[in-house]
């Protein structure tokens, strides 16, 4: 493949949320029982009036600014959310005016969760591999704290908001980088286990969407916050993630032994555990990064990544991507640089 | 069936001697445990149990003839 990742930059908003605060709600969880499950510390909360978009806005310009990235060689813009600021239009147009990329480029939205990055990166690659862009910025942000019921504590222990800007170009000579292959995987049968089922067209926003109801394990929510069956998406990744990396394996040729690092989507630490063991990797090439962050989405991938760069630069090396979630949609990729 | 008594010891902060058949889950029975089960039925017996159906369990009997049917 043609293409390589340049940078990545990462951003996440000012307000914290500690498991000190989150045990004060639920007094059957204290905070070392939050972290000894989820692994994570704290989540960062985006503000009222701070967007998806906002977030994605600052983790570019930290690209452009820390990498010494010229955004007038960006020709196509890709912004995966589940956090538009419009219904219409496309958040990526309003994102090109914000960063002042030029009126020549390419801008679409993806609409993707946990899967969004791998997908994001399949689509920039191709889009290279076409000769129809060959500087694509691919920003990744959510504010998933936006849909969550401040009373559910399934889902609010687990995200936090983030942002992650990567920069891929067309290979040029001496670049050894490269980005793919890739598989893919869809099964929207599971649809509902992971879902924000009001304020669509399907279930527009009305007083009984905004009915909260407390589940058998004390926890609220109503039909328009963020909904997850966490066992069905357990089910699902424990199913779905050892498929699609034999898929990859099998398509690029390689053992999962060639690969330096598997690098997965950063759920929790349980949904890591269970899934590194019956991926039978050791630790040391399972990197984690959500103590800190919480599990960001589309973004979580893109921070493992952020933090294997020494001054800006990736060492060689080569690295699979996954991505599973919501849809539920899951993708696997291959990366080197 | 041992590692998984103690699995499930763990996952429900209880002594394994206590869990007979007859353990009533109760309140313990949370979201958190039955994920927890979940992925411990997987290590453990290499099969997948609806988490629908492990979450309606009352009793870790309930849970054994559960998994006892999904590895048959």
Aim: proline letters at 4%.
């Amino acid at each position: 493949m043609p293409a390589h990742i340049v940078a990545i930059a990462t951003h996440v908003p000012e307000t914290i949320l500690s498991n000190a605060e989150l045990a004060d709600l639920y007094p059957e969880w204290p905070a070392d029982k939050i972290l000894d499950k989820t692994g994570i510390a704290e989540r960062h909360i985006a503000g009222p009036d701070e967007t998806a978009l906002d977030l994605g806005v600052a983790a570019a310009e930290k690209l452009f600014e820390r990498d010494g990235i010229d955004r007038g060689d960006v020709d196509f813009l890709i912004f995966c959310t589940q956090a538009p600021d419009y219904v219409l239009p496309t958040s990526a147009c309003i994102m090109q005016d914000r960063l002042q990329l030029g009126t020549g480029v390419g801008a679409l939205d993806i609409n993707l969760g946990c899967s969004g990055f791998v997908y994001g990166l399949s689509l920039a690659a191709g889009l290279i591999a076409g000769g129809m862009a060959s500087t694509i910025l691919l920003v990744t942000a959510d504010t998933y704290s936006k849909y969550i019921n401040a009373r559910d504590k399934s889902v609010r222990t687990l995200f936090g908001d983030g942002a992650a800007a990567t920069l891929i170009k067309r290979n040029g000579p001496g670049d050894t980088g490269s980005i793919g292959p890739f598989e893919f995987g869809t099964d929207g049968s599971g649809a509902h286990q992971l879902i924000v089922e009001g304020g669509g067209f399907r279930t527009p926003r009305s007083v009984e969407t905004s009915e909260e109801v407390v589940d058998k394990s004390g926890n609220v929510r109503s039909r328009d916050n963020l909904y997850m069956n966490g066992g069905a998406v357990l089910n699902f990744t424990l199913k779905r993630v050892p498929e699609v990396v034999a898929r990859l394996t099998d398509k690029a040729g390689l053992s999962i032994e060639a690969y330096d690092n598997v690098i997965l989507h950063q759920a929790n630490k349980f949904m890591l555990d269970s899934l590194q063991k019956k991926l039978g990797l050791a630790d040391d090439r399972v990197p984690r990064r959500y103590a800190d962050i919480g599990n960001t989405v589309s973004s979580t991938i893109p921070f493992v990544l952020e933090e294997m760069a020494e001054q800006s630069r990736f060492p060689p090396g080569r690295h699979m991507l996954v991505g599973f979630g919501v849809g539920l949609s899951w993708a696997a990729g291959s990366i080197s640089f | 069936m041992s590692d998984f008594r103690d699995g499930l010891a763990e996952i429900l902060e209880v002594e394994a001697s206590e869990l007979e058949d007859g353990f009533e889950l109760g309140e313990l029975w949370d979201s958190l445990a039955v994920v927890s089960t979940l992925a411990l039925i997987d290590e453990v017996h290499d099969v997948s149990v609806s988490a629908e159906d492990l979450a309606e369990c009352k009793t870790v009997g309930d849970i054994g003839k559960l998994v006892d049917a999904a590895v048959a």
